[in-house]
């Protein structure tokens, strides 16, 4: 079995596991998901999560 060491977290974790089962040639599919309306409280999702995405996604591509 062929396997290959995530490094990332938080948002970015998804997306490079995602991108590394189908460099090593496993299937990758879809499972829909229904989110709710925020009930209360604000999303994490700021400015310093987009710029840490972004910085995932370019070590990502740096390392595959």
Do not use: H, N
Not at 21 to 35: D, M, N, R, T
Not at 37 to 52: M, N, P
Request: proline share 2%.
């Amino acid at each position: 079995m062929r396997c290959a060491q995530v490094g990332s977290w938080g948002y970015v974790f998804q997306m490079e596991v995602a991108v590394r089962a189908k460099a090593l040639g496993y299937s990758v599919a879809e499972v829909p998901i229904v989110f709710v309306d925020r009930v209360y409280g604000e999303s994490k999702l700021g400015g310093s999560e987009i710029f840490q995405y972004l910085g995932g996604l370019l070590r990502l591509l740096l390392t595959l």
